[in-house]
């Protein structure tokens, strides 16, 4: 995404992957280098993370507010709000559309396992205005909120200039 994003490259700004895990391909880092990006892989939990960690222009997360509770979302969000003028977040879609893709998923031989995250991911996924209702007093935010596919749900938090 970065990379379709900025195709001249990241001009030697930093990019921080914040995951519980070490999961960035060490191809993946070499690549952004080449690019001019300067990766850092943080391993440490990411809602922490953030209410420690320094300001940063913009924060991406994908396929992960899902897996938090309300409290944890809005403590994130808070943090987010302080530290950054541009948030956004991509998420399984709630909705019919996407309950029948979950049940489509055997056809195309995938196992139970997936099959099983998949189902929890979309019941625990949003749709409408659920996270924007989330966001820390939209007073100074621009909020984006949306379906981007069938199966997808996103949403966008700009800082007003």
Not at 5 to 11: L, S
Not at 54 to 81: G, M, Q, T, W, Y
Not at 93 to 115: D, E, Q
Not at 122 to 137: C, M, N, Q, T
Request: aromatic share 10%; glycine share 8%.
């Amino acid at each position: 995404m970065l990379l379709r994003a900025y195709p001249k490259g990241g001009h030697g700004a930093r990019v921080f992957f914040v995951d519980r895990q070490p999961v960035v391909p060490e191809s993946t880092l070499g690549h952004l280098h080449r690019c001019n990006w300067l990766p850092t892989v943080v391993t440490a939990d990411a809602p922490a993370w953030i209410e420690d960690g320094p300001p940063v222009e913009a924060a991406i997360a994908n396929l992960f507010l899902h897996h938090l509770e309300e409290p944890e979302i809005r403590r994130l969000f808070s943090a987010l709000a302080g530290k950054t003028t541009a948030f956004a977040a991509a998420e399984p879609r709630r909705h019919a559309l996407a309950r029948w893709g979950v049940r489509a998923l055997r056809l195309l031989g995938c196992g139970p396992v997936t099959r099983h995250d998949a189902r929890v991911s979309v019941e625990a996924g949003f749709i409408g205005r659920e996270i924007s209702d989330l966001w820390p007093s939209p007073g100074g935010w621009h909020l984006r909120e949306m379906s981007a596919g069938p199966f997808t749900h996103f949403f966008f938090a700009a800082k007003n200039a």
